[in-house]
């Protein structure tokens, strides 16, 4: 109890003279008042209570400071912590000072490990500074600068943006670094590029082809007249076979051609159940996967809603997929067929997926081409692919392709569910 008293003694000792001098309290708090000394025992009844009054009230003002400044660090803290991408203070030599949640969550680290840490190291997880990071150009030209960084960020593209930030001298001391995730928009640049060159050679090759079947049909239609009259086994026989072969070879690459062209009318399209229509096509790769060897493996989910497509277009994909995926096991291997329902997104996904040779990144980048192909001559157009992207994409739907070298490949496709 004495110990109580002498405290609050000699706080009112310390704060009363410039309490006392001030009628009207005014918070300058850094401010120091020289008033002369006057002894507490002095004071009459009424000096004393208006003494407590101010200091009451000067306690009340620094309660609210108090509280103005824990609620200035609580909406700092929760602004930066509410944005979505990755947001964090930088030193010049890449050290964390502060980092939002976003940066934690990409950086799959806890936040509280995040400070103190070499940004590439937390974010990117790499022992040097991420390829073209815009930091050091930012605190060098003292202004903002923003790159695409040249690595991905588990398996994500990002656009780092480095503010430089002064302190109150005006001397650089640190920068914002603030990543934006730019995978989509890169996806969706290349689908518009995809699409325009398919457009463009779609309207060529349609043409091509119209004007070709034609004369085509008249060349077979001959050579098969003329077989009628030439005698079995004779040298003009065998030649004409020949003629008809090669004819009927290049028929069939104007149908594929004369069907990449084609743009399907909505009104063609029906409701199409895909797990249904995945089982109807294995009969046409079960030779295939007879002779190569191949454990054929179906992973239909049940609950997958149907899509609007038109079925026989819709088959053609998943031939094309499932023959492609055999050709890529000339040894064996195994070919996984399966299906899901993607609820938030409301899409039917359909994946392929084998373990075949797989593909280097150049000829991944191109495998949507048209007539783009590994094939030897003769055996393959290159067209299967570009009609499969041109046939999902007027179902509204996405192709997409995961493939490494040596391990293995998965097509998948997404179509809106109805
Ligand atoms: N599952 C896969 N694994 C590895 N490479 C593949 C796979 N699917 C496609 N490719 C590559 O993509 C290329 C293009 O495929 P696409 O189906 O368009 O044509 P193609 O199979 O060569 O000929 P076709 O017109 O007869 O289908 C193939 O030549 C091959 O290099
Ligand atoms: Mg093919």
């Not at 003292?142 to 001397?171: Q, V």
């Not at 090669?246 to 409701?271: H, Y």
């Amino acid at each position: 109890m004495p110990g109580r008293f002498i405290l609050t003694f000699l706080a009112i000792q310390h704060v009363k003279n410039p309490l006392l001098s001030q009628s009207v309290a005014t918070p300058h708090f850094t401010q120091e008042e020289k008033t002369p000394e006057v002894s507490l025992s002095r004071l009459s009844k009424g000096e004393l209570s208006s003494l407590c009054k101010n200091l009451h009230k000067k306690v009340r003002e620094l309660e609210n400071l108090v509280q103005v400044v824990s609620r200035g660090k609580y909406t700092w803290e929760s602004t930066f912590d509410a944005i979505a991408e990755p947001v964090m203070i930088v030193s010049p030599d890449y050290k964390v000072e502060r980092a939002n949640i976003a940066t934690a969550r990409v950086g799959k680290r806890e936040i509280t490990k995040v400070a103190g840490q070499k940004c590439f190291e937390v974010f990117a997880h790499r022992n040097t500074p991420c390829e073209n990071c815009p930091l050091t150009k930012a605190i060098g030209g003292g202004e903002l600068s923003r790159a695409h960084l040249g690595n991905k960020i588990h398996t994500k593209d990002f656009e780092a943006h480095a503010y430089p930030l002064y302190d109150e001298k005006g001397k650089l001391e640190s920068a914002v670094m603030y990543y934006r995730d730019i995978t989509e928009e890169i996806r969706l640049k290349e689908e518009v590029i995809q699409q325009e060159k398919m457009a463009a050679i779609g309207m060529l090759a349609g043409g091509v082809a119209h004007e070709v079947n034609n004369p085509l049909g008249g060349v077979l239609a001959f050579t098969q007249l003329l077989l009628q009259k030439t005698e079995k086994g004779s040298e003009t026989y065998e030649d004409l076979v020949e003629i008809e072969h090669a004819a009927t070879r290049c028929k069939k690459i104007v149908q594929e051609l004369l069907d990449f062209s084609r743009i399907s009318k909505d009104r063609e399209k029906c409701p199409v159940y895909v797990n249904m229509l995945l089982e109807k096509v294995t009969p046409f790769v079960q030779m295939e996967i007879r002779s190569l060897n191949i454990d054929l493996q179906f992973d239909l989910s049940p609950d997958v809603p149907p899509v609007m497509a038109i079925s026989n277009r819709l088959q053609q994909v998943f031939l094309n997929l499932m023959t492609n995926a055999c050709h890529a096991m000339p040894h064996g291997g195994k070919l996984l067929v399966s299906t899901r329902f993607d609820k938030k997104a409301g899409d039917v996904l359909i994946a392929v997926k084998d373990t075949g040779v797989g593909m280097p990144k150049e000829i991944k980048e191109r495998v949507f081409e048209p007539f783009f192909t590994t094939k030897d001559p003769g055996k393959g157009t290159g067209l299967g692919l570009s009609i499969s992207f041109r046939i999902v994409k007027e179902n509204n739907g996405r192709i997409e392709v995961d493939s490494h070298e040596g391990k293995g490949s998965t097509f998948t496709i997404r179509l809106p569910a109805i």
